[in-house]
């Protein structure tokens, strides 16, 4: 059973950055990060293959954002720059698009 915990977020100034952290028990193939802002529904933002590093990234955030893995450490991490107050969300790693198996979720607020 695969367990993910996500750490990294908090509040920063927009065009600021932030880089989140997803702890991985056990294998996954691939790892997601998905994100739910306030009253919406949950997001895709981004995918890793965890054991190629293929990417791939969501239009609203591609240029911005950047995944990445270390395999070693069993972590994966989102780069986030140029920080919009849009991005503001809970922030999860998960184990499908959809937000199978996520963690406790990382929040992330965006705000002068």
């Known amino acids: 059973q695969v367990q993910l915990v996500e750490s990294g977020g908090g509040l920063v100034q927009p065009g600021g950055s932030l880089r989140l952290s997803c702890a991985i028990s056990?294998?996954?193939?691939?790892i997601h990060w998905v994100r739910q802002a306030p009253g919406k529904g949950l997001e895709w933002v981004s995918t890793?293959?965890?054991?190629?590093?293929?990417?791939s990234y969501a239009d609203s955030v591609q240029g911005r954002f950047i995944i990445s893995r270390d395999n070693g450490k069993k972590t994966v991490y989102l780069q986030m720059n140029s920080l919009k107050p849009e991005d503001t969300a809970l922030y999860y790693c998960?184990?499908?698009?959809?937000?199978?198996?996520r963690g406790q979720g990382t929040q992330v607020t965006v705000s002068a």
């Open positions: 998960a184990r499908s698009t959809d937000g199978l198996g």
């Open positions: 056990g294998f996954a193939y691939w």
């Open positions: 890793i293959g965890y054991s190629d590093g293929r990417t």
